[in-house]
């Protein structure tokens, strides 16, 4: 842990907005946590450009991609991108009132996009999982319809962590418990 002279922790946060920086910071300040934010610079041009294998595409973890229930329902990448930050929005509600979940998993997106899924088509399976309960209440003994979009990617965990609580801070997702920005940041805060 880095505590300042002050007694706060310093957590370093990905860096994106100006404005969005004076919102965090607002938010920890009205909350009273002992966290000192620093903003750390993102992903920059030369690193997205320059890979040592620029033209590996990463492969579906299916064995036979056309079968992948993941693939079609992403934004960007492939079901095998691991450690990612991700928005499920479900199909089902109108255009007018969005539900949205953020999550953040090391796995790859295959593996929970599935568990989203299954808790979709079937509630009672995954009683914990946010978009089942989604589902139990709103849309009961309908098909699953959901889609996934890719937010950030990371093989760091505080990363991760960071840039979920971020994503939930900013776009306010209605399926999220409302206490799990509040759990992210003492995530973070134990981990510096």
Do not use: W
């Not at 030369?46 to 579906?60: A, E, G, I, M």
């Not at 790859?108 to 899924?117: C, D, K, V």
């Not at 589902?135 to 990363?159: E, G, M």
């Amino acid at each position: 842990k880095k505590f300042s002279d002050d007694g706060k922790v310093t957590a370093c946060i990905p860096y994106t907005t100006k404005h969005d920086a004076n919102r965090i910071r607002n938010y920890i300040k009205s909350r009273h946590i002992p966290v000192r934010p620093i903003f750390t610079p993102g992903k920059t041009l030369k690193s997205t450009l320059c890979s040592s294998r620029p033209l590996d595409k990463t492969q579906c973890t299916m064995s036979n991609p056309d079968l992948c229930k993941v693939c079609p329902l992403t934004n960007k990448g492939s079901c095998s991108t691991k450690g990612v930050v991700y928005e499920v929005t479900c199909g089902r509600c109108s255009e007018n009132v969005k539900s949205t979940y953020i999550g953040e998993t090391s796995r790859t997106l295959h593996s929970r996009a599935s568990e989203h899924l299954r808790a979709a088509s079937n509630p009672p399976s995954q009683p914990h999982n946010a978009i089942g309960q989604h589902y139990a209440v709103k849309h009961p003994n309908a098909d699953a319809s959901l889609q996934f979009r890719i937010l950030d990617t990371s093989t760091r965990v505080l990363d991760r962590k960071a840039s979920e609580a971020i994503n939930i801070y900013i776009k306010q997702p209605n399926l999220n418990d409302k206490c799990e920005l509040e759990q992210i940041v003492k995530y973070i805060v134990k981990k510096e």
